[in-house]
C-alpha cells in the first residue's frame, strides 16, 4: 500500500513538473496542418490550405535548430534546387523534410539533416555537376545504404543478387567500410548536410517491378513511383521546392498512416511523428525470397 502512495505521488510530481515546462520554458512557435488534415483517411495532397494553418507554441529543447543553422540549410537546399534543376535532373524533397513541408512548411526545428530524393539513373549525371557544386562550396558524396542495419539488409541482399544477372546493378558491401555505391549520396557544407536517396527498382521472379525509396523493404509502386517525380512547387521557410504530387501518399505509406506532431519526450528524442518505427508491415508491399530462393513481391501493386 505504501508502495503503491509513492508511486502515485511521483507520478503526480512528474505531471506537475511537464505542466511547469511547458508553461515557462522558452518557446518557439511553428505552423502546422490542423490534426484532420493530417489523417491518412484522405491521401489527396493539397497546399491550398497554407494561410489557415494553425499556430503551435513549442519548448525549446537542445535538439532545436538555431535560426543561424536553419539559413544555412535554407542556402545549401536553394544552391541544391537550382543546379539540379538548371541541370534538369529531377529532385524532390524526402523523409523528414518533405514532412516538415507538408506538415509545417518548413524545417522541422529538430530535424537534424536534410533530405531529397532522385532516381537511380541519374546518379552517375549528379557527379557529373561535382565541379559546379564545388564552385559554391558543396561537396558531393558517394556515402552508403547501410547494409549492416536490419533496416537495410533485405535491400541491399537483393542488390547484391540482381547484381549477378543485371549490370545496371553494381555489388554493395554488407559490411563496414563502405564507400561509392552507387545508390545513395549526399551534399555537405561546413557542418550541414542533405541525404540523397535514390529510387531503386525490385523486380520478382516473376519480373514485376515496384520500388524502394529509402532502401527499406517497404515498396512503393511503379505508378505511385511515376507521380513521385511528377514535381510540384511545395514551400519550405523562405524557399519553394519541388516535393512529389503525391506527397500525403507517399508520407502516409512511409509513417504508417501517422504524420500527427510528436509529444515533448518525442521532440527531445529528434522523433518527427508520435513514436517512431523500423521493419516492415503485412499490409504493405514488401519482398521476400521463397522456399527455391527466389525473390517474390508481397501485396504487390500497379497501381
Avoid at 282 to 291: I, N, P, Q, S
Wanted: glycine fraction near 4%.
Amino acid at each position: 500500500m505504501k508502495y503503491i502512495k509513492k508511486r502515485t505521488i511521483c507520478i503526480l510530481f512528474l505531471m506537475i513538473c511537464i505542466a511547469v515546462y511547458y508553461v515557462y520554458a522558452p518557446n518557439i512557435t511553428v505552423r502546422t496542418r490542423s490534426a484532420d488534415e493530417l489523417r491518412c483517411d484522405n491521401i489527396d495532397t493539397s497546399w491550398d490550405s497554407l494561410n489557415e494553418w494553425e499556430q503551435m507554441d513549442i519548448p525549446i529543447t537542445k535538439n532545436t535548430m538555431s535560426a543561424e543553422t536553419k539559413n544555412e540549410y535554407y542556402a545549401l537546399l536553394k544552391d541544391i534546387h537550382e543546379i539540379l534543376t538548371e541541370n534538369g535532373i529531377k529532385y524532390v524533397l524526402g523523409a523528414g523534410t518533405l514532412l516538415g513541408s507538408y506538415r509545417h512548411g518548413d524545417i522541422i526545428p529538430w530535424d537534424d539533416d536534410g533530405d531529397i530524393c532522385i532516381r537511380l539513373e541519374d546518379h552517375e549525371r549528379l557527379f557529373k555537376l561535382t565541379p559546379i557544386f564545388k564552385k559554391k562550396g558543396i561537396t558531393v558524396d558517394y556515402g552508403c545504404i547501410s547494409c549492416w542495419s536490419n533496416i537495410y539488409k533485405d535491400v541491399c541482399e537483393y542488390i547484391n543478387d540482381r547484381s549477378t544477372i543485371d549490370s545496371n546493378f553494381a555489388p554493395i558491401p554488407m559490411e563496414k567500410p563502405c564507400r561509392n555505391t552507387p545508390y545513395f549520396a549526399a551534399f555537405r557544407k561546413g557542418d550541414i548536410h542533405i541525404d540523397v536517396f535514390h529510387l531503386i527498382p525490385i523486380y520478382d521472379k516473376h519480373n514485376r517491378k515496384m520500388y524502394t525509396v529509402y532502401g527499406n523493404n517497404r515498396l512503393i509502386s511503379e505508378a505511385q513511383a511515376k507521380a513521385m517525380f511528377d514535381v510540384t512547387k511545395c514551400p519550405f521557410g523562405p524557399l519553394s521546392l519541388h516535393c512529389p504530387s503525391n506527397t500525403k501518399e507517399l508520407l502516409c505509406h512511409q509513417y504508417k498512416n501517422n504524420l500527427q506532431f510528436p509529444s515533448l519526450a518525442g521532440i527531445q528524442n529528434k522523433n518527427v511523428i508520435p513514436g517512431m518505427w523500423s521493419g516492415q508491415d503485412e499490409d504493405v508491399a514488401y519482398f521476400m525470397k521463397d522456399d527455391k530462393n527466389n525473390y517474390t513481391i508481397k501485396n504487390f501493386m500497379s497501381s
